[in-house]
Structures are given as C-alpha cells and as structure tokens.
C-alpha cells in the first residue's frame, strides 16, 4: 500500500485457546467490522481487495502483539497466522 497511514474505526472480536499458558497453534479466529466504503474513499487508488488484506494484516499484527503481552505466544515473531 505504500508509507501512506489511514485511521480508520474496526470493531474486532476474536477468540483464541490457551493452555499450559501458551496459545494454542489454529486456535485463534477473529472477526473485523469496517466502513468500507469510507476506506475506498480515503484511498480512490487501491483496489479494495489490496485495501482488506492491509486490515487484515494490521488486525493480525495487533493481535498477535497483544497475546506477546499477555505472555501467550512462546516466540518473538510468530509466522503470518492469517487463514
């Protein structure tokens, strides 16, 4: 997408499995809500497919972050996850 930054409002539910105080691996799932349409028109130029993989990736980043906090994953970086 380039160095451009663009803040939009996500809603983002997700689920995930711990045991042993470690994430479980394939057990995290989760769920974003975005305005699109608002997102097309802060960027006229990307395709909208380009635009939700750059969502997807961000919200994945951010979670992954989160459960590093929290002490659940058991590496520093964790392989692209997304399904």
């Known amino acids: 997408?380039?160095?451009?930054?663009?803040r939009i409002p996500v809603r983002v539910k997700f689920e995930f499995e711990?045991?042993?105080g470690a994430l479980v691996s394939d057990s995290l799932?989760?769920?974003t809500?975005?305005?699109q349409q608002a997102l097309e028109k802060r960027c006229p130029r990307e395709k909208?497919?380009?635009l939700a993989d750059e969502v997807e990736k961000t919200v994945t980043r951010e979670i992954?972050?989160?459960?590093?906090n929290c002490g659940y994953?058991?590496?520093d970086?964790?392989?692209d996850f997304r399904k």
Do not use: C, H, I, T
């Open 1 to 6: 997408m380039g160095f451009e930054s663009v």
């Open 18 to 20: 711990v045991k042993e």
């Open 29 to 31: 799932s989760f769920e």
């Open 33 to 35: 809500l975005y305005n």
């Open 48 to 50: 909208l497919e380009s």
């Open 64 to 68: 992954y972050g989160y459960l590093n």
């Open 73 to 75: 994953l058991r590496v």
């Open 77 to 79: 970086k964790p392989a």
